[in-house]
């Protein structure tokens, strides 16, 4: 359940190795700098709690986790339920749910829920993310065109039309240094693939702020100095009153986080042809949170884009994740304090890119043209993140994608009434019109799951019983689980028999079903002897019994 990769790969550690995965911690540690700092103050909370967290949890995602290669740390998907979180609770409310989400997290992977959660519908993964994106890009555009504005309102629309009554604010350098920056991400890579375009832009555009002096809003103008220091750990004070206000905001960071964990875990495995252990990345990923919270940092998850950038650069091992973590403890110790001249349009520009490479267009717009459920589901939950709330969403999206679902499998769950001959049953030889029914006697096959969405089509079939038979055959060779509403419509059916002196043979039973009708007692209540394994067997047993109906007419 908890056996960590970090013991695993340290077994066969050798000088080579470490040498591969102290360059990847080293490059991940600079590519992780500015994205810690900008997750951060698009989270509302200011910037030293976003290298807090890529140093605390970040180190303890990789030596407790289930993953060789992954890299944890505060992420853009967090960006829109932190702010949220801070704007109603403050930061202390974020820092209890945080700590309440570590121990989600942890409860989670010690049930094994981590292969359940791996399974989410991707239209409504998508559907939040791009969603997620398409909020991350416009709360930027205050320090992108470095609008004067005294406070940039939470809601979406309110948003958008704060920024059109300030447009005449413009400030053209800030717009400029903006745009460059986005330049220099998206095309550094061409130049070189060693030092990420994020740092370049944020080297170059500090330089120029301070070297022209300027008139940009800074990191330092906004916030203060950033410290050198990491924080003591406080325990935060937790009444039952908080916990009630933050159970669903702790619930969506610990589900969200889970969610980009193990997403990215998977996405590692195809990297480096991997198998990572979803539960103990689950209860590595909790116990990160709770030391974030102890420390005053915001929740981490699995970073897909560092981690892929961990594995091209040679990192095989947690070690990297651990040299990442270092680094940016060193990077805060040494030079924390010049990080205040960083310009907040360089940042905003940086997180432009990000919120285009969380987007994902392509994907979103091949779901929207596909499936109309799944572009139900996408479109729903997108809106949803947009407009209302990402709880809200991921919520609203689970329960439609599982009515969509329900709905499938009704539509595939069939019954048979006697079939007519006229139906094409030529592939299959145990078709029931290939066998001689016997007069007195009806057959009910059962196709698909029998559960409650689908049990009301058998509840409408029994309708098409003309006259009470000697015998009723239920063939459910092809009814792979059945709920409790699916037992109780087969126990209403055998009271049914037992009152029309009708008798109930089951065929064909799979061995799970089998198993559902031996717990409810049903298999008791009809009889071992009328459930057969097969629809020849049941044929030859409904022989017998009507031999057997016969013999008590003459006698």
């Known amino acids: 359940m908890f056996r960590p990769k970090l013991f695993e790969a340290l077994k066969d550690y050798s000088r080579l190795q470490f040498s591969k995965d102290l360059m990847a911690g080293l490059i991940v540690g600079i590519v992780a700098l500015p994205l810690a700092i900008a997750f951060a103050i698009a989270s509302g909370v200011s910037p030293e709690k976003g290298l807090i967290t890529a140093i605390i949890a970040g180190f303890l995602i990789s030596v407790l986790g289930g993953s060789k290669v992954q890299i944890g740390g505060p992420t853009g998907a967090f960006i829109v339920i932190v702010f949220g979180i801070v704007n109603q609770h403050g930061v202390s409310g974020l820092i209890i749910a945080t700590f309440m989400a570590g121990i989600m997290l942890i409860i989670m992977g010690l049930a094994k829920m981590g292969s ?8 409504l993964i998508t559907g939040f993310t791009s969603g997620i994106a398409v909020i991350i890009f416009s709360a930027q555009i205050k320090d992108l065109f470095g609008l004067q504005m005294d406070k940039v309102p939470a809601e979406f629309v309110e948003k958008w039309i704060a920024y059109g009554s300030h447009i005449s604010t ?8 903006g745009i460059v920056t986005i330049v220099v991400v998206v095309f550094s890579s061409k130049v070189t693939r ?32 950033i410290p050198s220091t990491l924080p003591a750990p406080v325990i935060p004070s937790i009444d039952w009153a908080t916990i009630k206000s933050l159970l669903a905001p702790a619930f969506t960071i610990a589900l969200l986080g889970a969610i980009e964990s193990l997403l990215s875990a ?38 897909i884009a560092r981690t892929a950038t961990n594995v091209k650069n040679g990192g095989r091992t947690p070690v990297a994740g651990m040299v990442h973590a270092v680094t940016l403890l060193i990077i805060m110790l040494l030079f924390g304090k ?15 890119v990000v919120a285009y490479n969380m987007s994902e267009h392509e994907t979103f717009f091949d779901i929207a043209r596909g499936i109309k459920s799944d572009a139900a589901v996408l479109l729903t939950t997108f809106f949803f993140t947009i407009f209302f709330d990402l709880i809200i969403a991921i919520q609203i999206g689970m329960v439609m994608a599982a009515f969509l679902f329900m709905r499938q499998m009704i539509q595939i769950s069939n019954v048979n009434v006697n079939p007519h001959k006229e139906e094409d049953t030529s592939l299959d030889a145990n078709a029931t019109d290939k066998f001689n029914i016997p007069e007195g006697v009806d057959v009910f096959e059962i196709t698909g799951p ?20 000697k015998v009723l055959i239920l063939r459910m060779r092809n009814v792979p689980v059945i709920d409790a509403t699916g037992l109780n419509t087969i126990k209403d059916v055998l009271k049914m028999c037992n009152h029309d002196k009708t008798i109930l043979v089951l065929s064909g039973i799979q061995p799970n079903v089998f198993e559902e009708l031996r717990k409810s007692r049903l298999l008791f209540k009809i009889g ?11 044929l030859d047993l409904t022989q017998k019994i009507l031999i057997e109906k016969d013999d008590q007419k003459i006698i």
């Open 450 to 469: 029998m559960f409650f969405g689908a049990a009301y089509k058998f509840k409408d079939s029994m309708r098409f019983i003309e006259k009470k038979p």
């Open 116 to 123: 359940v959660i791996k399974f989410i519908p991707h239209p």
């Open 528 to 538: 071992k002897r009328f459930v057969v394994p097969s629809f020849k067997q049941a």
């Open 338 to 352: 010049w990080a205040s001249m960083i310009p907040m349009a360089t940042l905003a520009g940086i997180l432009v």
């Open 266 to 303: 998977v996405v590692a495995d195809g990297m480096i042809g991997g198998n990572h252990r979803s539960n103990t990345e689950l209860i590595a990923q909790g116990g990160a949170n709770i030391a974030s919270a102890l420390f005053g940092g915001i929740p981490a998850t699995g970073a």
């Open 170 to 177: 413009v400030n053209w350098i800030a717009l400029i240094i």
């Open 194 to 225: 060693i030092i990420p375009g994020s740092l370049i832009a944020i080297v170059l555009s500090t330089i120029a702020v301070q070297l022209f002096d300027l008139p940009v809003e800074t990191i330092g103008s906004r916030f203060g100095s």
